[in-house]
Structures are given as C-alpha cells and as structure tokens.
C-alpha cells in the first residue's frame, strides 16, 4: 500500500512554493536505520526556513559524498541561496563558502531543521532511536520517509 501511494506521488520539486529572494536553507542530518542498529542510515535535510518545507532529501551514510547528493538535488531555484548548518566537516566541504555558513546548535540558525527532526522522529515510529518500530529493509524506509515529507510539504499549499 505504501508503494503505491509512493509511486503515485508528484517530484518533490512540484510542492514546493517557489523560490523567493532572501530565503534561507537549513541544511541537518539525523541518525536512523533499517532492518538492525548496524545498518544505519542518515537522512539529511534541507529546510527552507521561510517556507518550512523539506526542499530536499537524501538517505545515505554521513560522507562528504552524501551532503554533495543532497546539494545536487536541491532544486535550481534554491541552489543559489544562503545555507546554514552545524560544523558537521561535509557540509563546508560541498557547499559554497560565499553562501554557506556552520553555526553551533545554540545559534539559532538551524532551529527549524532541527524541530522538523524531533516532528519526524515523534510521528513516525521508525525513526525513532529506541523502538519496538522499526523498516526492515531501505526501501520501506525511504517510502515512508518520503510519504511524509510530501505530507509535510502539501499542507503549506
């Protein structure tokens, strides 16, 4: 059922409100798994702190290589905005030092991602660290995570 549902659902891209000068892109990355604790799997986020909305995703492990497959699908239009993150090192490695800053958690810069994490983790069992719930293979995962996401992203429509 969630396969269908998932496969019926629009690119991330059209739930998006467009793109407006000034926006700010919280970028953060949250622990999670599938099948046992050994199989983790990180999910980073890019949030647009005007909108609230979950511009982009990536499910992978905490690489350089996975913050660069997060920037690469943000989409064009958002491409080019400032981003804010914490000093995790693969963030200032991928994204551009003229529009990217690392601030610490007390800052308030990356509040909002933040808040969307812990709101993921309360309503959707599976990611929550200590749990009975858990997906048992990647792809159940990922569905629902991006089920939710889209969710998350039509109600601001």
Not at 104 to 118: D, F, Q
Request: charged share 25%; glycine share 4%; net charge positive.
């Amino acid at each position: 059922m969630a396969r269908k549902k998932a496969e019926a659902l629009p690119p991330l891209s059209d739930t998006l409100l467009p793109a407006e000068a000034g926006d700010v892109l919280e970028l953060d990355e949250l622990w999670s798994f599938a099948g046992s604790k050994a199989n983790a799997r990180w999910v980073w986020i890019a949030l647009c702190r005007q909108t609230r909305q979950v511009v982009a995703y990536f499910v992978g492990d905490r690489s350089a290589d996975a913050a660069r497959a997060l920037r690469e699908r943000i989409p064009t239009a958002y491409r080019c905005r400032a981003t804010r993150s914490d000093f995790w090192l693969a963030y200032s490695e991928v994204f551009p030092r003229r529009t990217h800053r690392c601030t610490g958690k007390g800052a308030g810069e990356t509040c909002y991602v933040e808040r969307w994490n812990c709101t993921l983790r309360q309503r959707l069992g599976r990611f929550v660290r200590k749990t009975l719930s858990f997906s048992k293979c990647d792809r159940m995962h990922e569905l629902a995570l991006r089920l939710f996401i889209h969710h998350h992203n039509l109600s601001f429509n």
